[in-house]
Nanobody
Framework: VQLQASGGGLVQAGGSLRLSCVAS????????MGWYRQAPGKQRVLVAT???????NYADSVKGRFTISRDNAKNTVYLQMNSLKPEDTAVYYCTLIVASSEYWGQGTLVTVSS
């Protein structure tokens, strides 16, 4: 399984970005896809996850601002990020969890300037 994330970049506070992550390889129908982020000097933390056919799960810090969605036909998960804040600056990693296996993408950098 390979995950390819894209969509990061530099944006001013209050702006928006949309991240995408495409999964390829042997992917079972039922899985969870999501996003984590790692700020400089900090641990990687959950941003949002979404199971196939399930309800989204968000970190409290992004509720109401970020929206996770997925296109199962394209094996793609998206993260729409609105009202971005400088504290959202981090490398964002997409993840795919299927059965007992967990896969990670290479990360995409999001920088929010004040």
């Amino acid at each position: 399984v390979q995950l390819q994330a894209s969509g990061g970049g530099l944006v001013q506070a209050g702006g928006s970005l949309r991240l995408s992550c495409v999964a390829s390889g042997s992917i079972f129908r039922f899985n969870t896809m999501g996003w984590y982020r790692q700020a400089p000097g900090k641990q990687r933390v959950l941003v949002a996850t979404l199971g196939s056919g399930g309800s989204p799960n968000y970190a409290d810090s992004v509720k109401g601002r970020f929206t996770i969605s997925r296109d199962n036909a394209k094996n793609t998960v998206y993260l729409q990020m609105n009202s971005l804040k400088p504290e959202d600056t981090a490398v964002y990693y997409c993840t795919l969890i299927v059965a007992s296996s967990e896969y990670w993408g290479q990360g995409t950098l999001v920088t929010v300037s004040s």
